[in-house]
């Protein structure tokens, strides 16, 4: 049985700038503290797209491979399934989508954690969730926002 959740988080960006950084996977460490470097990147973030980043969480470092399910860059929606790189089975799917909101855009992120092995099934999704939903994931959304570079366009109007 998979475990999962989802939370939002009003960033104050415009919401393609917000989206734009939040699917540019080179930038990921620079808004999740527990990524600490990325191992290996796709030229070009498309469906199939796959990427490396390294973690650091639970007292261990880890790389983790993910592939993109779905990318719709017009409604800022944006799914991929991530495992460890180490050949266990277990795996999660995120979801992120980006929407306007009065204050610039409201992020939603959720997770479905699938833990496939015993020790995983049992223990470690449970704590990884936690951790997850309790800290990493609401730190890294007020992270994004001092992340996000606006457009060439935004900059052009604000000198207007």
């Known amino acids: 049985m998979p475990r999962s959740t989802s939370t939002s988080h009003v960033v104050h960006a415009p919401p393609d700038d917000v989206f734009a950084t939040v699917t540019d996977v080179r930038r990921l460490p620079e808004w999740n503290a527990a990524m600490t470097r990325v191992v290996e990147a796709p030229d070009d973030l498309a469906v199939g797209a796959e990427w490396v980043v390294e973690f650091h969480a639970l007292g261990r470092t880890w790389r983790s491979r993910a592939r993109v399910d779905d990318l719709d860059r017009e409604g ?35 997770f479905e954690l699938h833990p496939v092995t015993f020790w995983r099934r049992i223990l470690l999704a449970g704590i990884r969730a936690r951790q997850l939903s309790r800290r990493e994931i609401p730190a890294s959304l007020a992270a994004l926002e001092s992340a996000v570079r606006p457009s060439s366009h935004d900059e052009i109007g604000a000198d207007r």
Do not use: C, I, K
């Not at 944006?78 to 929407?99: C, K, L, P």
């Open 76 to 110: 800022r929606r944006f799914t991929y399934r991530s495992g460890t790189d180490d050949g266990n089975a277990s795996w999660a799917r995120w979801t992120w989508a980006v929407d306007q909101h009065p204050e610039g855009s409201l992020v939603r992120v959720g």
